[in-house]
């Protein structure tokens, strides 16, 4: 038989271990050809003579590549990420199915989420560099209690809905909102849905769980900002883009941003998961970012537990097992599912 072949962009050795790990199974058993570098107009032509080509979050895949890959008789694109605003779905509609991963482990984003809320208020992050220097001293380390403040979940899907629960269990209000309101789960847990402006006005603490769309982009921008309450701490575990950073320095500046942390940032496709600690880093609204003491960014890491990489390489090597030898698409993603229009009449397929 021959072995189905997977180009896989961007990935890294935790990549590899996990997806090699799964592959072991015979069910699976493909040639992966695991590619470092991304996905991009330079590298797209590594994909010629495979089956499936497998990307990352930060892989930009555009009508021109979409065009390739099809010249290279590409027939899926298998995200490793729930996220898909990287793919211009509108272009590989009825060309190239592209499947992602739904779901693989929202407690890691949420535990992640909640923990930058904790490192922030109670500084953690620079207690260690202090006790460490021998440093024993607690000045400007006061924090607040979470209990009986205000947290603003946007976004209840799977990871928000968690988020919520947790911040419930310390104690906390929790103001939610989301375009699809789930009444029961309010009730279940005692969220309560409010407008946006609500959200602004009265949370101590905005966390942001929502995708990233062409309706939301910059949705925290200056003017949103204003509305907040002074010392807000903000939190963005869901995508760069949906925070104007520029917006947001001035409000650090300003003092009416608290703090923020951040596991995403508008471009960090040119940096996250890279080192470049022997480079001076050319983008000045990323490097301003980091001078503020306030802020706490990770490299996009919130899904990077263990359970959640098996669980992507497992749901991946499914995708494409079920596509090319069942010819079935569970995990497909279009733009008309992504607006909520589709209808998967064949098959079970977009298109
Ligand atoms: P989900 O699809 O389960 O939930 C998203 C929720 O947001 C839905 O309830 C939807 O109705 C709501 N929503 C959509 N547009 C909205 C808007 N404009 N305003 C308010 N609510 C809106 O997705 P899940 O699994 O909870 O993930 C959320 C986001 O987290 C993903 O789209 C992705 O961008 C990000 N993410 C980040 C990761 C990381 O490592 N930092 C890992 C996984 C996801």
Do not use: W
Request: proline share 3%; with cysteine; aromatic share 10%.
């Amino acid at each position: 038989m021959v072995k189905l072949r997977i180009a896989m962009f961007d990935s890294k050795p935790y990549d590899k271990e996990f997806f090699d790990r799964i592959n072991a199974d015979p069910k699976y058993s493909y040639e992966i050809h695991y590619i470092p570098g991304h996905f991009n107009k330079d590298t797209v032509s590594l994909a010629r003579g495979f089956d499936a080509v497998c990307v990352f979050v930060n892989d930009a895949v555009d009508e021109e590549l979409i065009k390739e890959l099809r010249e290279y008789g590409i027939r899926l694109i298998a995200l490793r990420s729930a996220g898909y605003n990287n793919v211009d779905l509108k272009s590989s509609y009825g060309k190239i199915h592209v499947v992602r991963v739904p779901a693989y482990s929202p407690y890691a984003v949420a535990e992640h989420a909640v923990a930058l809320m904790l490192s922030l208020n109670r500084k953690t992050h620079k207690a260690y560099f202090r006790t460490r220097d021998s440093n024993f001293t607690i000045n400007n380390l006061i924090g607040f209690d979470m209990h009986g403040k205000t947290a603003g979940v946007i976004g209840t899907g799977k990871i928000g809905k968690i988020v919520c629960e947790i911040l419930k269990g310390f104690g906390m209000q929790v103001l939610v909102h989301d375009l699809y309101p789930d009444h029961k789960f309010a009730e279940q847990t005692g969220a309560k849905y409010v407008d946006l402006d609500t959200i602004y006005k009265t949370s101590d603490i905005i966390t942001l769980h929502c995708p990233l769309t062409p309706e939301n982009v910059h949705m925290i921008n200056i003017d949103t900002i204003s509305r907040m309450k002074n010392g807000v701490m903000i939190i963005n575990t869901g995508r760069g883009k949906l925070i104007n950073t520029r917006d947001l320095i001035e409000g650090l500046k300003s003092r009416k941003i608290g703090s923020a942390g951040l596991d995403v940032y508008e471009e960090e496709g040119d940096y996250f998961f890279e080192d470049f600690s022997a480079e001076a880093i050319s983008d000045d609204v990323l490097a301003r970012l980091l001078t503020f003491p306030n802020v706490l960014i990770t490299a996009h890491q919130a899904f990077f537990t263990r359970e959640a990489l098996a669980s992507i390489a497992e749901t991946t090597l499914e995708n494409v097992r079920l596509f090319f030898e069942e010819d079935k698409l569970p995990n497909e993603i279009c733009y008309r599912c992504s607006e909520g229009k589709c209808v998967k009449q064949e098959k079970g397929k977009c298109f």
